[in-house]
């Protein structure tokens, strides 16, 4: 309602305790009468003489312009200790405290014997109704507001009651609102309309409304003065003084602004309910008063009016100001001396009472009662269909909560079993690699002790028959002991063959792997030993954690009461890694490749392992009997025992070959062979592209290399040291011969497990063509049937394939150049069986015109 005022930066003083006596002192002379607004100025004159002489004793040391006075600047005080302003501030509480009691009593017992000269109500019911009665200083102040100003005297606009104006003792004409604000009334709704419309008015018309009061501001004592706050010309700047006191008269008008607009919300603001109640007051003396009238006929109408008319005054009395305050015409202000009622023509005519109306509105009631009952009916029906939909639902919740409370408990359980599995293998894993490590030093120490004593015998034999050797070196005692272990070893193998009947074999055919007695118990010793340790890795573990088949047992419930989780959780792709270690367990000592072994269960071959006991365990894993094809296809687990060839048995079985296998073993090499084709032909997982069976190839062409480089020697001596069949040097020769031979034999078996490249590059361009071709020359020289002898059996060990081949002849050309030689070298007459002996070999390597030549020239 009031422009509010713009807020200016005002350095307060600070006041010393003679400054808040002398106020005090000045406060305690106003009083509250009605008459005593005369007083004011004296008050503020001697107030101002009293600040005017503290001021003068204390100089300022800092001013804004040359001629401010000595009170205008900053006050130096002498820092005072905390317990005596501690002190002050109560003193001073207590004499506040002290004089809001005494003003309160003094109000309350002049309150008592007012009464309002209408008969209203005294100033302590008015209190305890929450109506202040504003007099004195504070209904001048009200009336100095700023952005008020003084309408014109014409009075009141239409509809408005006029008041009598209150003696004037400046002699100036107050506006009829300024009058009301002075004499304590609180404005209602219209009145703040109606003042609005006059400002506007005004500004319309060209009338001058004055901005602010100058003598107010000069009144206020400040020591800043503002464009905003004063409107002076610029002449009288260097004359006014800047004043950073506190306006307190700024301070409790800025305090009765907020009270007047908490008035003026409360005012409007009244609840339905009191206007509910107090129109029902209306309608009820209305209706008495016309049922005391009945009998008059219509005449009774005015009656009615005057009966109602006097009720709305009545009830105008025992309400107050309230009701004028919800927008009543009827107006009583209080502290004032007249009462302007309400002309009873004013209010509404009553409706239409005859039949057809009373009849129409019972029947319109009746309908909005029924829309409302369908409205009821249907929330009703929506409501039961809830209640029912959410019974269904408790229902259905109660009878899942069972099941899924079991579900719940076990996944809980799944998972601590899981995690303590999973913590448990992380513990003995290092334990079993251990003790591996350990039976594949026992392997690798007893494999590479047979092969340093072959090379050791090779070596010993080229010294002793070469014919650049020295004569010291058959003198050594070492090299003796050595040669007639050999002989004997060889004896004996000798003696063996004969008793099965093996014609065909040549020196040099067999493999030198015999062991003491000594040896072969002491290494058995150290394998009992580390089954004797495997057997205790375990031991201190429970049953479900240590058993397979308890492992077994808890994945295959988990796989049983919910499929899609377990396949979720990619249990399928980790079964290989929780079964690995078990599995290692009880395949420690397994080696495929030693003869007739009987290590932990296991056999001589790879069929060996599908006997095992972990083997029989897993394979039905997760199948219930009855499984469809379509079901078994789309079996997370379908690939379980290929992965567990893949991932274990594979990886073991490369880490016994590094160590034990010997590629001129023919034996060893056979079983090799078999159980790595089964494998790759049983089980879908191992393709080409798998990881640990190309681990394990490059493991066995590591191991052929090897052999081809350190193995295989061929002694080279002049023609006419080979002249005796029967001597040394001749049964050395023969005998590595035989031994490369072995090796190409044991090479070209790997043929469609090994790539055709590597294995021509091993046998037919390391051994065939560098070693065997040299020694079939050297051979042929020396016997042609004997080097006849030989090549047959090289080509006998080629692949089948190989020998139906057309292409054959293109990287066996050096072995076919040798056989036409060879033609040339035998005596046409004396050797025609061998002649067409060699024309067969020449077509079985496809060399089928040089075949024709041969015979048409030799046969």
Known sequence: MFKKRKTANIRQRRVSEEDVTGEGDIIGVITTDDSNSNTVPAVKKEKKKVKKEADAKKQSVLSFEDELEADDGIIFQEKKSSLSYKLRK???????????????????????????????????????????????????NIA??????????????????????RGNKSGQSLDPWKKILQSGQIPDANMIHAIRKKRQQAREQGDMIPIDDTVRVEEGKSRLVRDDDNDRSDDEEGQSRMDFSVNQQARDRQQRREAFDAAQERGSDISDHESDWEKQQLLKAGANAKVAGGCEGEGSQDGTVEVISSAMQYSSLDSGVALGMTGGTDQLLWGTESTIPTSAASLPRPANYEAEGIIKRLQDSRTSLEEVFRRHQAEADGVDGELAECKATTERCTHDQQPLTSIFQFYQDIRGYVTDLRDCLNEKVPEINSLEEQVYVLFRQRAQKMVQRRRQDVRDQNDEFSPFAGKGAASDEYRTRRAAEREGRRTRRRREREKRGDSGHHDGMSTDDEESHSEIQMVQTELEHAIVEARKVFEDVEEDF??????????????ARD??????????????????????????????????????GSGSNGVEVERMQWFNLLLLYGSSGGDEPKQLKEDPDRNLMSNLIERVVLIKLKDIVGCWWDPLSHSQTVRLVNLVRHYAETY?????????LQNLTHAIIAKIKDAIDNDIFIPMFPKNVYDNRNSGVSLFFQRQFWVAWKLLSSTLMWHKVLSDSVIHDLAIRSLLNLYLLPALNLAAEINPSDALDKCRNVINSLPRAWVKSEGTHVFLGRLEDFLVKLAEKLDPAANTPALRDLCNLLKSIGANTQAEKISNKYL
């Not at 952005?147 to 009075?155: H, L, N, P, R």
């Not at 290989?576 to 490749?593: A, E, T, V």
């Open 563 to 600: 499929l899609p989780t377990y396949s979720d959780a990619y249990v399928s792709y980790n079964l290989p890694k929780i079964f690995s270690p078990y599995i290692r367990l009880q395949m420690l000592l397994w080696n495929p490749l030693i003869k007739d072994s009987d290590s932990n």
């Open 684 to 692: 879908p997982t191992l393709s080409p592209s798998s990881k640990p």
């Open 90 to 140: 109560e003193m001073k509480k207590e004499r506040k405290e002290k004089r809001r009691e005494e003003k309160e009593k003094q109000r309350q017992a002049e309150g008592k014997d007012k009464k309002n000269k209408n008969g209203g109500p005294t100033v302590s019911e008015l209190d305890e109704l929450g109506i202040r009665i504003v007099n004195g200083r504070e209904a001048e």
């Open 144 to 165: 100095i507001q700023p952005g008020d100003s003084d309408d014109s005297e014409d009075g009141a606009t239409p509809g408005h009651h006029k008041f009598r104006p």
């Open 546 to 559: 240590s058993q397979l088949k308890r492992i077994v047992a808890w994945l295959e419930e988990w796989r």
